[in-house]
């Protein structure tokens, strides 16, 4: 009916299934599955959100912690690659802690963050120029 392989939707049900954006739903007299996707928004963006993190960059953390971890005992490494190696840790540290607190904002006031944009810089004390540059 949809024109697809028996062996994509498979594979495509298996995936949904494994990021938790569908879930079987029984249906008494019938031995096929059925399936019932998540309605949330939110709680879909938070769900691809959270696997994405888990198999990019949790994997691209730990591989950078390892690298600052052995060229801080190389000799041959100059201190300018040991710093942007430090560097990068740090920035995806910063971000993935990010990440992770802003799973614990309640939802309103999340998208009033999300609403303010770049606005958000009037509320702190960050000017062009002044203070430390994440560029």
Avoid: Q, Y
């Avoid at 939707?9 to 096929?32: F, H, Q, T």
């Avoid at 993190?53 to 950078?64: Q, T, V």
């Avoid at 190389?74 to 740090?90: F, N």
């Amino acid at each position: 009916m949809l024109g697809l392989a028996r062996s994509n939707v498979s594979n495509s049900i298996k995936e949904l299934l494994g990021w938790r954006l569908i879930e079987r739903v029984p249906i008494l007299g019938d031995r096929r599955d059925h399936f019932t996707a998540e309605t949330d928004i939110w709680e879909m963006v938070t769900r691809i959100a959270a696997g994405r993190k888990a198999r990019e960059i949790d994997p691209a953390e730990a591989a950078l912690k390892a690298c600052v971890a052995h060229a801080e005992n190389d000799p041959e490494l100059s201190a300018g690659a040991k710093a942007r190696l430090g560097e990068m840790l740090d920035f995806v540290t910063e971000m993935s802690r990010w990440h992770d607190e802003m799973l614990h904002v309640p939802k309103p006031a999340l998208m009033r963050l999300i609403k303010l944009g770049a606005g958000v810089t009037k509320l702190i004390s960050w000017r062009p120029g002044k203070g430390k540059d994440v560029r």
